[in-house]
Nanobody, 121 residues
Framework: QVQLVESGGGLVQPGGSLRLSCAASGRIFRVNAMGWYHQSPGKQRELVATITTTGRTNYADSVKGRFTISRDNAKNTVYLIMNTLKCEDTAVYYC???????????????WGQGTQVTVSS
C-alpha cells in the first residue's frame, strides 16, 4: 500500500501565500506523475498542476503565473507554492501520485486525504 500525506493548508488573506507539501510512502518502486487538484463545495475535483519525473509541468489557466509545482524525486515529495492567492482559490487541495509498487506492477493512482485552503479577509 501507498500513503500520501499532505501538509501546509490553512487560512490566508487575499494576496498572501501558502506552501503545500505531499510525501508518498509505503510500497513504492517508482512514483511517476504527481500533482495537485482542488475541489470546492458543489463542484467537481479540478486539476491545479501536475509534474512529471523529468520536471515537465502543466497548470490550470486560473493559476498560471501564481502557483509553482515542484518535486523532490529522492523524497517522493511534491510541493505547491501558491502566491497572490485569491478568494476563489478557496478549496480542499488533494495530492495525486501515479505509483508503481513493484517493477512488475502497473501504475496505480493514489490520493491524499486533502488539506483545506481558505483565502479570506
Amino acid at each position: 500500500q501507498v500513503q500520501l500525506v499532505e501538509s501546509g493548508g490553512g487560512l490566508v488573506q487575499p494576496g498572501g501565500s501558502l506552501r503545500l507539501s505531499c510525501a508518498a510512502s509505503g510500497r513504492i518502486f517508482r512514483v511517476n506523475a504527481m500533482g495537485w487538484y482542488h475541489q470546492s463545495p458543489g463542484k467537481q475535483r479540478e486539476l491545479v498542476a501536475t509534474i512529471t519525473t523529468t520536471g515537465r509541468t502543466n497548470y490550470a489557466d486560473s493559476v498560471k503565473g501564481r502557483f509553482t509545482i515542484s518535486r523532490d524525486n529522492a523524497k517522493n515529495t511534491v510541493y505547491l507554492i501558491m502566491n497572490t492567492l485569491k478568494c476563489e482559490d478557496t478549496a480542499v487541495y488533494y495530492c495525486h501520485a501515479a505509483v508503481r509498487e513493484t517493477w512488475a506492477s502497473n501504475e496505480r493512482d493514489y490520493w491524499g486525504q486533502g488539506t483545506q485552503v481558505t483565502v479570506s479577509s
